[in-house]
């Protein structure tokens, strides 16, 4: 269990704790969704690095080759990739449509236009 | 933009080999990388480039609203069709083996057919949001 | 072996991106990086052997995400008006969160450990029996449409849900009485 | 029909007549106090035709549905709750004619609402009465609270508003803060919350956790107005007079004590009671809330204010009388609840005569009324003097076992509080009476005249029945044998 | 036969439905279809029930093929009576929808609405009766996604910045839930949530556990409102369109809290969870919050439907508590819970949906006076709001009975102190509305009395009746959520 064996997770831990601050410190709504990308995609890592062996392949069966990587984190982060375009499309077209009902996406001048209306 | 002919051009020799690409991608998936999402991406690029060059209002006429919304249900009725299918030939939700006398020759089938489902409903909403998005802003008048 | 290096290397570059992301407040530079952290994330899991997933992501991450964002920056603008604001407390969050996943992940096996649970338990199966029980070579296709098909089926949705969500939310009503199936 | 068949009836009568009146509506008003008398008269003998069975120890039950495992929502009758029953609905009849002429007399706006309230009210009564288990009583109990916030809140004031939120606050928050925990941790000490002769705690609680349990019980029926939590039942003074007649005479406080001596008698047991002893902290509070109260009503110079804090130390009878844990002081409790309903009442429709005839509201406008309204005062002297104890009135048959039974248990305190209580309920009672007749009305005082006669006629009838307990005490002293004696 | 397929169809039929509308494109048709689909998903999930409970649970391998390898779908009867639940709200939802959806959300998005609502319950479904850990967060994918859009499509312009807030903090809690799903998935090498259970003592080293269910825990948190997490719910609840709003409240949260159930007993057991790991008490500790907090939110709302979210939140904490109990009778507490408040929350949003399309609005000040316009809707809407209190004749009443008796029997009396001084919160804010609908005078111009159209008044007093059936008769849903809570504490072993 040496340190150096688990440099993968530190890479998704990194990659993680930047999207969850972005996400929570910042303001606009699109750098929210970018944010919410770059958490996402620390996932990503999380599943694939493990499922990498040194010396193995791509997991496409054939002549000449005994050790592959994992496959079924690939699967499984082949959806996770798709759910969070998903995701990033609906937030999207949901900012564009605050954007058109407040005239901005900052989510100070969203709280302050809510707090006016009450 | 619209204007450039070196681009239209480009555009007109590139956009049959995108979905020549796309039809390999789709197909190639049992024996390399690739499959039904990969290719209804690049599918669904393929349009939006001609749509880039060209105008929306071109894609629209190319590809209408209306058949990609008919897209968008139809992959997710396809592949939830052949689960049902395996339920109707006797097997479990979304059992490939009995699509076909032979098991393994099922499985081929069944993999095709939901490879496909996916790749129809993942163009289909490619271009439906690239459609409403560059709609946007623009002339009601042309909107779905 | 050469390949752990360079993986620990995109690794670097990657968050490197993220922190040059979470600096930069003009929004199209924003999507620009957010583009290269997609690019250097499908060449890493490209060198991670996840070849279908690396192709993924650049079509997906560099290609569709970067429309959409283009798409969008040019409905609502592209400035962040405001710099950060106390960033204390998402950071004291972020920065727990971040530790409880380095507590947790030592409890896991090293990298490429060929005896870890993963390697030994259920892939076996698909590698060892796979094409033969589905007649695909590409295990990630096998996997994908027939061992899990129903999550596919499953992920087709979410993409369908997608899909007329944004139809939903920015189809336009129809003016005056305008007849006809679009 | 079958005697349980009576039950359940007895139960959906006042229900059903609750919703008879709702669909008459304010434009059919005759139909809907129609309704309203003919099934208080309806429920009246059905509450009689059970009498005989249940006095030679039928129990007829009904169960209803599983309300959870194990707890069905279940009526069972037997005599403490018949005597509830009877008492209830036979003022249901007189208070229906006295509420048909105060509320017409003066011009209440709302009556529909009052009527139906008012059934739904002693259906819910009669639902505790007939409850075979804790749970289901709780469920009536509450049901009682819910439908008579509307009474209390008759008006709409913002008095009213505020009274009903003291009186809804302090009613939901004792019950469900005391009264349901109770419940419980008996449903988990026993594993059942039926209601069984010689209670169904016995050998299974020690003497810590029942003085716990029983306070948790005794504050928990907020309902019997024990002090701290009495403040509700003032408060509720903000309504119209027939409503404070159903509070403190037919059917609220009643319930309140009812639960109390139901509780003590087949919850505990009074057999398991005694023998666990430390009764001593209940006693002290139901005597300090029986002078306390009798002190306060001393000094109220408003009439209604004066006869909500005398209902507050007359329930502390009840409660001290329970707290000692004897058959005879059970059956000066069982006895008590039957004669304050009837003394009080009276003195209730005696204050809404007043104040419909007269417009008065304060002990010191009485002077000289008893010339203009003679029956009214008559009946309210016979209440009175009931209150006080005295012969030939109900309220000494109860008082005298109460005595009896403290003396039996040498318990001197109660004794003195007794003693004490007698003498400040003389000291507020006579003086009003005094003033009625023997003081000169003030100058420019009109004088008035007799109230309405189906008001006259229900005091009349109520202080009759004062005087007839006492002459006929058997059935009473019979029902409340057979709760005491197990 | 056909039978044998119900655990999948249940998913599918809902599934189907949603692009079948797409392509008819009508909502009339729409409306049918969806109806249709529900009430098929009700009679599937009922057979389920009944079967389960006579024979067992029942595992489906989808695909044929065997679980692990494949994704099992597994009913038991905890799954069986959530997925009745849901289905069941979202019958009631999609009847109540035909007039009001109508209403608010109109035109040609409306056939749109009727398939969104189906991929929610298909989501929401398929949450309950998959045995498989990464297909649970597909599904929850499904319903989040869904449930973003149909917010949003609330009238009011803070519909939208809800939605968004909505899917920020959904998505933060689905990835929690996937990180968690993939330290489990690391250290043992299966999805399958049977296999997990076998497999995860055996795992070498307890921090990937640990670590795994703290991430678990905050992700499904996240979506079903525990306190602190709770920032979407009101907003969203408020604001959203009165059918979707009477829908999630009775089904999102409450299958969020069915699936940390499932993964806290079924996977990691009762034992693990109190004697390893510190979760269950923070849990507690959570819950007592959320009682206590959210429900004096609740108090100070001046728009009815917010406060009936932030009632939610303090809702949630009592089925939470009974979680955090561990024991059976606990979970079964809370599982009851989730049933009576599911009904009850549900039809209270409908009725507050029935006055806001007469009088125009929720707020307070619209609300006036409201006992004399639509004196049925007002009057079902006090009995809703007595069993939020708990006042026995009513489905609130159970669950606190039951749930006061469990943590009474677990040792633990403070906690049912906890949810009867809480309840007391539950009084005041329902006699904000009591009073106010009664005792102020209705608003220069408000309209004149009448009742909302017979679908929205007939559903909602349809399900205000079952929450008094429920009440009276209660024994049926404990007897039914104590069958769950054995199921999740000792079934997938």
């Not at chain 4, 810590?208 to 509720?236: E, Q």
């Not at chain 4, 000692?324 to 429709?349: E, N, Q, R, S």
């Not at chain 5, 990937?208 to 825990?217: N, P, R, S």
């Amino acid at each position: 269990m040496s340190v150096a064996g688990h440099f993968g997770y530190w890479a998704t831990v990194f990659l993680m704790m930047a999207g969850l601050f972005i996400v929570i410190s910042r303001g606009n709504l699109v750098k929210k969704l970018v944010g919410l990308s770059i958490f996402q995609s620390s996932v990503y890592l999380l599943y694939i690095v493990p499922g990498k062996l040194v010396g193995g392949t791509v997991p496409i069966v054939g002549e000449g080759f005994t050790v592959y990587s994992n496959p079924l984190p690939h699967v499984l982060i082949l959806t996770a990739i798709v759910v969070g375009v998903a995701t990033l499309a609906l937030g999207l077209a949901i900012v564009v449509r605050i954007r058109e009902a407040y005239g901005t996406i900052e989510e100070d001048d969203l709280l302050a236009a809510d707090a006016r209306a009450d | 933009m619209r204007t450039d002919v070196i681009l239209r051009v480009v555009a007109k020799l590139l956009i049959p080999f995108a979905l020549m690409f796309a039809l390999y991608v789709q197909f190639h998936g049992d024996f390399g990388p690739g499959g039904g999402f990969q290719a209804g991406v690049i599918v669904a690029a393929a349009v939006i480039f001609y749509g880039v060059i060209y105008g929306l209002p071109a894609a629209r006429r190319a590809v209408p609203d209306r058949a990609v919304e008919l897209m968008v249900a139809a992959g997710v009725l396809l592949y939830a069709g052949v689960g049902v299918a395996g339920i109707l030939l006797g097997g479990n939700y979304l059992d490939y083996f009995v699509l076909a006398s032979d098991p393994v020759h099922g499985q081929h089938r069944g993999i095709f057919w939901v490879e496909a489902g996916v790749a129809i409903t993942v163009s289909g909403v490619m271009l439906k949001v690239f459609y409403l998005f560059a709609g946007r802003g623009r002339d009601p008048e042309d909107e779905a | 072996m050469i390949e752990t290096p360079g993986i620990a290397a995109l690794f670097v570059m990657l968050a490197a991106v993220a922190v040059a992301v979470a600096r930069q407040r003009n929004l199209f530079g924003v999507v620009v990086l957010t583009g290269t952290y997609s690019f250097l994330m499908a060449t890493a899991l490209a060198a991670l052997d996840a070849a279908d997933v690396a192709m993924t992501e650049a079509a997906v991450g560099a290609g569709i995400s970067t429309v959409l964002f283009l798409g969008a920056l040019n409905l609502v603008g592209s400035l962040e008006s405001k710099p950060m604001e106390r960033p204390w407390i998402p950071l004291v969050l972020s920065l727990f969160t971040g530790m409880l996943l380095v507590y947790g992940t030592y409890g896991l096996p090293a990298f490429s450990d060929p005896h870890a649970p993963i390697h030994t338990h259920v892939v076996p199966r698909y590698l060892q029996e796979g094409l033969a029980e589905t007649g695909v070579p590409n295990i990630v296709t096998a996997v994908l449409a027939s061992y899990r098909g129903y999550d596919t089926l499953g992920e087709t949705t979410v993409v369908f849900t997608a899909g007329i969500g944004v139809i939903t939310l920015l189809r336009r009503r129809r003016k005056k009485k305008e007849e006809g199936g679009s | 029909m079958s005697d349980a068949a009576f039950a359940l009836a007895a139960v959906a009568v006042p229900f059903a007549g609750a919703a008879l009146v709702a669909l008459a509506g304010e434009r059919r008003r005759d139909l809907r106090e129609a309704a309203t008398f003919a099934s208080a008269v309806m429920l009246f003998f059905l509450v009689v035709a059970l009498g005989p069975q249940v006095l030679s120890g039928g129990r007829p039950a009904v169960p209803l549905f599983d309300m959870v495992p194990g707890v069905a929502l279940a009526l069972q009758v037997e005599p403490l709750g018949w005597l509830f029953a009877a008492v209830a609905s036979s003022l249901w009849v007189v208070s229906s004619a006295y509420s048909i002429g105060y509320m017409r007399a003066n011009g209440e706006g709302r009556q529909t609402r009052f009527y139906a309230c008012f059934a739904g009210a002693i259906g819910a009564a009669i639902g505790i009465a007939f409850s075979a288990n804790l749970v289901t009583l709780f469920f009536f109990y509450e049901l009682l609270t819910l439908v008579t916030y509307p009474l209390v809140t008759h008006h709409g004031t913002d008095e009213a508003r505020r009274a009903g939120r003291v009186y809804l606050g302090i009613l939901l928050a004792t019950s469900i803060l005391f009264l349901l925990p109770a419940i419980v941790v008996t449903w988990i000490l026993t594993g059942t919350t039926d209601f069984r002769p010689g209670g169904i705690l016995g050998g299974r609680i020690d003497a810590a956790t029942a003085g716990v349990l029983l306070a948790l019980f005794m504050f928990g029926i907020g309902k019997a107005a024990l002090m701290p939590f009495h403040r509700w039942l003032p408060a509720a003074m903000v309504a119209p007079t027939p409503v404070s007649a159903l509070l403190h005479a037919v059917a609220v406080v009643k319930a309140g004590v009812f639960c109390v001596i139901k509780v003590i008698v087949y919850v505990f047991g009074i057999d398991t009671l005694a023998s666990l002893g430390g009764s001593a902290p209940f006693t002290a509070i139901a005597a300090f809330t029986l002078v306390a109260a009798s002190v306060v009503a001393l000094r109220a110079d408003n009439l209604k204010r004066r006869l909500a804090y005398s209902t507050v130390s007359q329930l502390a009878y009840v409660s001290l009388a329970c707290s000692l844990f004897t058959p005879a002081a059970i059956m000066g409790a069982t006895l008590h609840l039957v004669a304050h309903a009837f003394g009080k009442i009276t003195l209730f429709f005696a204050a809404g005569s007043i104040y419909t005839a007269a417009h008065k509201t304060e002990v010191s406008q009485l002077d000289g009324i008893g010339r203009a309204m003679p029956w009214t005062m008559a009946a309210f002297g016979v209440g009175a003097l009931s209150m006080i104890g005295l012969p030939p009135m109900a309220g000494f048959v109860s008082k005298w076992y109460i005595l009896s039974g403290a003396m039996a248990a040498r318990d001197w305190v109660v004794v003195a509080a007794l003693a004490a209580s007698t003498l400040l309920n003389a000291a507020y009672f006579l003086p009003i009476v005094y003033r009625a007749f023997f003081v000169a009305p003030a100058p420019g005082d009109s004088g008035g005249h007799e109230a309405p006669a189906p008001m006259v006629l229900a005091q009349v009838a109520t202080a009759g029945a004062c005087v007839a307990i006492f002459l006929f005490p058997g059935l009473a002293i019979a029902f409340a044998k057979a709760v005491a004696g197990g | 036969m056909l039978a044998e397929h119900f655990p999948a169809l249940l998913v599918v039929t809902p599934l189907v439905a949603a692009p079948l509308i797409v392509v008819v494109r009508s909502a009339r048709a729409g409306w049918a279809m969806a109806l249709a689909a529900c009430l098929a998903a009700v009679l599937m999930a009922a057979q389920l029930l009944a079967r389960v409970a006579a024979s067992g649970p029942v595992s489906y391998a989808i695909g044929s093929w065997p679980p692990p390898w494949g994704i099992e779908y597994r009913v038991d009867a905890a799954s069986a009576l959530v997925a009745l639940l849901v289905s069941a709200i979202g019958t009631a939802s999609v009847v109540y929808a035909r007039r009001s959806a109508a209403a608010e959300i109109g035109g040609e998005r409306l056939y749109l609405f009727y398939a969104l609502m189906m991929l929610c319950l298909a989501g929401l479904l398929g949450m309950v009766v998959t045995g498989d850990a990464f297909n649970l967060f597909v599904f929850l994918e499904i319903s989040s996604l869904s449930t973003y859009v149909l917010v949003a499509l609330g009238r009011d312009r803070r519909a939208l910045t809800a939605s968004f807030q909505y899917l920020i903090l959904g998505t933060v809690g689905a990835t929690f839930y996937v990180m968690g799903v993939g330290i489990l998935y690391l250290a043992t090498g299966t999805l399958n949530l049977a296999d997990l259970a076998v497999r995860l003592p055996q795992a070498a080293d307890p921090r990937a556990a640990t670590v795994a269910i703290a991430f678990i825990t905050a992700g499904l948190g996240l979506k079903l409102a525990m306190f602190p997490l709770h920032a979407w719910l009101p907003g969203a609840y408020a604001h959203a369109p009165s059918a979707v709003s009477a829908f999630l409240a009775g089904t999102a949260t409450k299958v969020a809290i069915y699936a940390l159930a499932r993964i806290w007993f079924s996977v990691y057991g009762a034992d693990a969870l109190l004697r390893d790991i510190p979760v269950a008490p923070v849990l507690a500790a959570l819950s007592v919050a959320a009682a206590f907090i959210a429900s004096g939110a609740a108090i100070v709302q001046d728009d009815l439907k917010r406060m009936l979210a932030y009632s939610s939140v303090g809702q949630v904490g009592y089925i939470t508590l009974g979680l955090s109990l561990a024991t059976e009778p606990g979970v079964a507490a809370a599982i009851a819970h989730v049933v009576n408040h599911g009904v009850t929350k549900s039809a209270l949003f409908m009725l507050a949906g029935a006055m806001a399309l007469r009088l125009g609005g929720t707020r307070f000040s619209d609300l006036a006076g409201v006992g004399r316009t639509m004196p049925v809707i007002t009057f079902a809407f006090v009995i809703g709001g007595l069993s939020l209190i708990g006042v026995p004749g009513t489905a609130g009443f159970v669950t606190k009975w039951a749930l006061a008796g469990a943590a009474i029997r677990a040792g633990q009396p403070v906690f049912a102190a906890v949810v009867l001084l809480s309840s007391l919160l539950a009084v005041a804010y329902i006699w904000r509305f009591v009073e106010c609908a009664y005792f102020r005078e209705p608003p220069a111009g408000a309209p004149a009395p009448g009742e909302a159209p017979a679908s929205m008044t007939g559903t909602a007093l349809a399900l205000t009746a079952a929450v008094v059936a429920m009440g009276l008769h209660g024994a049926p849903v404990l007897g039914a959520a104590g069958r769950a809570a054995a199921a999740l504490m000792g079934g997938a072993r």
